[in-house]
């Protein structure tokens, strides 16, 4: 005899502790072979293998045919065991339940109630919608039942139906609710508790039965029971602010007097949520609402103060809902908070970080954050990101409005830099730009504090050992955002005096000192050649491409900010920055060979344009002759374009003060290189261009020249000259396509009139764009917005133009101030930042550079780097490039799919509508819901027979005697709908959910199916009625 | 309502789960071995809750074996939930005498009985003792 059961199954497979998946398969064979046989006894003990089988993880989907077999066995204990298997192993996709149908509607009927009861229990677990919709009488009948066995489990199951089958909803409902007055207390609770979970879904099916739920909560003592009563009312507070008011008192009076904590907690809990709606509707509160505030939370500090963790954790839960509607009550127990944070258990500190960043004032932040930046060390895991990024958040939150120390946030994220593994690098890295870019006066600091970073060989090793493996993680968004920072504003390293004192002018600021500080502290170029040598080192060579990109940019940034610092030193001052500008040159040369093609692109760019430039020469001059031939070239060019007048300034200054003559030449090239990098970066909203007025006559689709190249050469130079002459001309040039240089003759124009569709600012490939747009780009559109009707006399204004700058800034909501104590902030905040004093450079005078007219030269200078450039680099593009990388038509493939398979989201039949859509109504909406149906179906059948199918019209036929037969209920507005086809169906929900977009939505959908027309303005009509209530 | 009601080992083995809401097997699997790793790296000092993808874990430990209940986020009463898992193991205590973990493994049959006397559909039935277990030993009389 071959007979195994259960109890040797397992004992077997403990047996075969080494070899379990053999045994397992082994004894499926068996199973499978004892499932065929026709002992039923055999075919049982195989059901239950199967059933435990399954709770190891074994895949028995085969077996459900056999499973339904021995349901229909004679015996129950047979039954029972298969009835559990189906419960455990069926789904909703398991086509053979249909098969169990008129085995359960037997069962249903059976004298037995265990019998009952426990088909009643496998079918509220395996039930499909089919089940549920030719059962659901069956067991709404059951409700009647004498006895309370069978009821409660009838109510329960009632509601696994209805989640199936929600059109079932209306049909049973009534009957459901009379189980609210039971006499036996258990099928009262069942019905509470389906009654919860319904109400969860669509709370104003059942505002109606507040009352009667009111009179239990006052009257019963089934703590059970009374939690969701609790809930269920806390549920349909929003519907019905009115309820919070009365539901004060007796929940108060619960908290005080129960002795169980979980009922306790309930309804200090449901207090909470009633809390915001108690004002009455002239705004005054209750008078009870205080001490039933400081009853809640005395109460829950006795819990956060339990021993017991679950009652502590439950605590802080409480107190942060309780923050919501009275946060001073709460923030009288921050020290109690502070000391969870200390706590073993991870969900309790995590309750207490989201308790403390409610609290945060502007008062106590810095208070808070040094606390949680003592934690932010020890901690790990989820818990530590969660703690940094609540830091940022409190900091951060409203635009800093809780922030009143700039200096001190940028070194509390450097801090944050340097954890280990440096969790959320890409938040801090935006936090220390957007902090930079907005706060002129903390640039300085912020500046000082990076090229800490920048130095700091720890980091980039740490970034070697762990490279970028997430999205949001890792040192490289630190230096990315650290090179930027620290190179765009490389002009404001040194400390002055007298930038410390005037809040203002930068600039103008180091201008003053920087020769009387040259001597004792190093050279500007010194501290940038060390930076540079840092970014552009081999180990950056393995670092993520978007860094190593922003490096190369960057390095060239600091080229341009040294012409700038050495211009008051004359020749020698020039010789340093060719000096430097040569090693950055020998630098950047192994990036010219990166792999990544963004990074290739960059550093070829930026050494062409050196090259250019005469900075820097190349090692290998293959092309020497071609080279020598541009290059003069270009200084004719350069000659040309800058006539007498447009040299700066300050070059003309050191040729008269007797240094070399020669230089001057060199020196306005140099200068050139400076002003590509001048002008500061000014915001750009993502939706300026939507603000920006098309200039009549523009027409964007009109091509500007036949040919590109002669577009290039002639016209655009000549189209260009007159415009910036006029004085109104705005251009852009574009790091992304050399050959799209584009000008937009328009008046005034501020920021964001750019040709790119500048939609992802935040990338980093596009704030360089930006930050190549807004420097190549007008000098006249300048600035900030609120300078731009002063610009017709932008060229007069030379001198004045920094000042005006910042006043401007100070009008303009996006920078914040710094409240004076930001720059003055003390070093020691920061000890891991070196810092050195160093001699000021001084600045060329700004407004001479700014001067127009110049712009062309600079403009083709770009331009035929930019060929060159991009034609060293294509032999080694071709190679780098992955195959398919052309092939992009990958949006029409979705669309093909969509039309293909016909489902777009909106297209709901049948079987999408969940029980939140189910409308149960009141008697009245109920027949004039009914008379509706009634007028459409009548029309439909004349106008529309062609369309409605026989099944469709068989249903509305059963759907419209039903309803007539019990009055009270009705499908509503959902279950007319069923009667309509599916496309009709689609359009009522549509119009229920956003009645906004109703237009759009109507011609959609008539445009889909244009022979559901008539039915749906049918529904239209319906719609008013069905929305009273 | 309660979502899956497991009873899993101190070596992470399933002694009885059932679910109110369906999951594959490959999910089912995937969960159990989660959760069952996150309950034996916490103390007994920490507290009996964890939120975990969306919903919340109460569990409790007996001896050897972790009762472990998965309810939804915020709809739930916590302490009702720990206070239903204590009554469920009274149950099991009852009907078998000093319940132990290889009780409920070598009855896995009526292990699932009483819980399904106890949870229907997710929702608490019933939680006195003596009527969950009325219905199963008038059973048992009949079937031996």
Redesign the interface.
């Known amino acids: 005899m071959f007979e195994k059961s259960l109890q040797d199954l397992i004992k077997g497979i403990r047996n075969h502790k080494r070899d379990q998946s053999s045994y397992i398969s082994k004894a499926m064979v068996e199973i499978k072979k004892e499932l065929r046989s026709t002992d039923k006894h055999l075919k049982y003990l195989a059901v239950q293998k199967i059933t435990y089988l399954q709770m190891l993880g074994v895949d028995v989907d085969f077996a459900s045919f056999h499973i339904i077999e021995v349901m229909s066995a004679p015996r129950f204990q047979h039954r029972r065991a298969s009835m559990l298997a189906a419960a455990q192993i069926f789904d909703t996709n398991t086509e053979v339940v249909l098969l169990t149908t008129n085995l359960i509607k037997k069962d249903l009927q059976s004298q037995n109630m265990y019998e009952a009861g426990a088909v009643l229990n496998c079918l509220s677990n395996i039930a499909t919608r089919e089940l549920a919709r030719d059962l659901i009488e069956d067991v709404a009948s059951m409700l009647n039942s004498t006895r309370p066995f069978i009821r409660k489990k009838a109510v329960l199951t009632l509601y696994k139906l209805y989640v199936r089958y929600p059109q079932g909803l209306p049909q049973t409902f009534d009957r459901l609710r009379l189980r609210l007055d039971d006499s036996d207390m258990s099928v009262v609770s069942c019905t509470v508790n389906v009654i919860c979970e319904l109400s969860r879904k669509n709370p104003r099916n059942f505002l109606a039965l507040a009352p009667q739920l009111f009179q239990l909560l006052t009257t019963s003592s089934n703590n059970w029971m009374l939690i969701k009563i609790v809930k269920l009312m806390s549920s349909l507070l929003p519907e019905e602010p009115r309820l919070a008011r009365k539901l004060l008192e007796p929940l108060a009076k619960i908290v005080e007097s129960t002795q169980a904590k979980s009922l306790l907690y309930e309804c200090i809990h449901a207090i909470t949520q009633a809390l915001p709606y108690t004002a009455r509707p002239d705004g005054s509160q209750p008078k009870v609402v205080p001490a039933i505030v400081s009853l809640c939370a005395a109460k829950l500090r006795d819990f956060v103060k339990d021993p017991d963790q679950n009652l502590k954790y439950l605590g802080l839960v409480g107190l942060v809902n309780l923050m919501r509607s009275h946060p001073r009550v709460v923030a009288e127990h921050k020290e109690m908070v502070l000391q969870c944070l200390m706590d073993d258990d991870v969900t309790v500190r995590m309750r207490a970080l989201e308790l403390l960043t409610g609290m945060v004032t502007k008062r106590n932040l810095i208070d808070i954050v040094q606390k949680l930046l003592l934690h932010v060390e020890t901690a790990e895991g989820a818990y530590r990101d969660e703690l940094i990024d609540k830091i940022v958040y409190v900091c951060s939150r409203e635009k800093y409005a809780f922030l009143s120390n700039f200096a001190w946030y940028v070194s509390v994220l450097v801090q944050l830099a340097h954890i280990h593994g440096a969790p959320r690098g890409k938040l801090l890295r935006e936090q220390l730009i957007d902090v930079a870019v907005r706060v002129p006066d903390v640039r300085p600091f912020a500046a000082r504090a990076m090229r800490g970073l920048l130095l700091d060989r720890r980091l980039a090793l740490r970034n070697m050992q762990a490279p970028l493996e997430t999205e949001d993680d890792g040192v490289a968004h630190t230096l990315f955002a650290a090179s930027w920072i620290a190179c765009e504003y490389a002009t404001l390293i040194e400390p002055t005096p007298a930038s410390a004192q005037s809040s203002v002018a930068e600039d103008q600021g180091e201008e003053g000192t920087g020769e009387v500080a040259s001597n004792e502290a190093r050279l500007p170029t010194e501290v940038f050649l060390e930076m540079a040598s840092a970014m552009l080192s081999d180990a950056s060579l393995s670092m993520a491409p978007f860094v190593q990109a922003a490096f190369v940019h960057n390095a060239l940034k600091l080229v341009s900010a040294s012409v700038d610092a050495e211009l008051p030193f004359g020749s020698a001052g020039q010789d340093r920055t060719k000096n430097f500008a040569a090693r950055v040159g020998t630098m950047l040369e192994p990036f010219a060979r990166s792999e990544h093609i963004t990074v290739q692109d960059r550093a070829v760019n930026a050494l062409a344009l050196l090259s250019r430039l005469n900075l820097y020469v190349a090692p290998t001059s293959a092309d020497a002759t071609s080279r020598k031939v541009t290059e003069e070239a270009d200084d004719l060019l350069l000659d040309a374009d800058l006539g007498p007048s447009d040299v700066p300034h300050a070059s003309t200054e050191d040729a008269g003060e007797g240094g070399a003559g020669s230089s001057s030449k060199e020196t306005s090239k140099a200068a050139l290189l400076q002003k590509l990098f001048a002008d500061e970066l000014v915001p750009v909203s993502t939706r300026a261009q939507e603000k920006v007025r098309r200039p009549a006559g523009l027409d964007l689709n009109k091509p500007f020249h036949f040919t590109a190249s002669g577009f290039e050469e002639s016209a655009m130079d000549r189209a260009l000259d007159e415009q910036l002459s006029a004085g109104g001309g705005a251009l852009r040039v574009s790091f992304r396509d050399p050959k799209s240089i584009i000008s937009i003759p328009s008046g005034p124009s501020p920021y964001g009139m750019s040709v790119e569709d500048s939609d992802a600012s935040s990338d980093e490939g596009d704030l360089m764009l930006l930050d190549a747009q807004r420097r190549s780009g007008s000098r006249n559109s300048k600035k900030s917005k609120s300078s731009k009707h002063k610009k017709s006399s932008k060229r007069d204004r030379t001198t004045g133009a920094t000042s005006a700058a910042s006043e401007s800034r100070a009008n303009d909501p996006f920078y914040l101030p710094s409240n004076g104590q930001a720059v003055s902030s003390p070093e020691n905040d920061l000890p891991e930042v070196p810092m050195e004093h160093l001699a000021p450079g001084s600045l060329g005078e700004e407004g001479e550079l700014l001067d127009g007219s110049s712009s062309t030269t600079l403009r083709d200078l770009l331009s035929q780097s930019m060929r060159e450039g991009s034609a060293q680099a294509s032999i080694v593009v071709e190679d780098a490039m992955p195959e398919g990388a052309l092939a992009s038509d990958d949006d029409d493939d979705a669309d093909a799919y969509y039309r293909k398979h016909g489902k777009r989201k909106g297209a709901l039949n049948d079987d999408d509508l969940t029980l939140a859509d189910i409308r149960l109504m009141s008697p009245e909406e109920a027949a004039a819901a009914e008379a509706e149906e009634a007028a459409r179906a009548k029309s439909s059948a004349r106008k529309s027979s062609k369309t409605a199918s026989a099944s469709s019209s068989k249903k509305k036929k059963s759907k419209s005697s039903k309803s007539s037969k019990s009055r009270t209920a009705s499908l509503g507005e959902a279950g007319a709908a069923v009667a309509a086809d599916a496309a009709g169906e689609a359009s009522v929900k549509k119009h229920k959910k956003d009645k906004k977009d109703k237009k759009k939505k109507h011609k959609k959908s008539s445009s889909s199916s244009s022979k559901h027309q008539h039915n749906e303005g049918k529904v239209d009509n319906a719609e008013p009625l069905l929305l009273l209530e | ?1 309660i979502k899956f009601v497991l009873m899993v080992n101190k070596q992470g083995q ?1 002694r ?5 809401e ?1 999951l ?2 490959e999910e ?2 995937a969960l159990e071995a989660e959760i069952i790793r996150k309950c034996l790296a ?2 007994e ?7 975990n993808r969306g919903y919340k874990v109460v569990y409790r430990r007996y001896a050897s074996l972790f009762f472990i209940v998965g309810v939804d986020q915020d ?1 739930e ?4 939930i ?2 239903f898992i204590h009554c469920l193991v009274e149950t099991l205590d009852k009907y078998f005498s000093n319940v132990c973990e290889l009780d409920i ?2 009855n ?2 009526k292990a ?2 009483i819980l ?1 006397e106890m949870v ?2 997710g ?5 006195n003792k003596a ?1 969950v277990l009325k ?1 199963i030993t ?2 048992d009389s ?2 031996k």
């Open positions: 309502m399933t009885l789960s059932s679910y109110y369906w594959t097997i089912r699997g916490r103390t000092n920490q507290c009996s809750f964890m939120e709809e009463n916590e302490l009702g720990l206070e493994m070598f896995l049959e699932h009985f399904n229907q559909n929702h608490v039935v019933e939680a009527n219905p008038m059973l009949i079937s």
